[in-house]
């Protein structure tokens, strides 16, 4: 399997035989898994404090409707 340069980018080639670009540029690789782990995390963690909000407001609801049962 061999790759051709791709002008104006050293860390593209072309395969020959499938014609596919190769990026070669491991950092950039590792970069944006990097990223995409932390997006993935930040998601995880607003997912978390929605849910803990909304159990926040539950309980608010439930305290303030026995409240108002013990002011009749």
Do not use: C, P, Y
Not at 19 to 27: C, P, R
Not at 54 to 67: F, P, T
């Amino acid at each position: 399997m061999s790759h051709i340069k791709v002008e104006g980018n050293q860390n593209l080639f072309r395969d020959e035989e499938s014609f596919a670009i190769i990026n070669k540029d491991t950092k950039a690789l590792t970069r944006a898994r990097m990223v995409k782990e932390r997006i993935k995390t930040q998601d995880s963690e607003i997912n978390t404090l929605k849910e803990e909000v909304n159990e926040m407001k539950n309980i608010l609801l439930q305290i303030n409707e026995r409240l108002k049962w013990q002011e009749q």
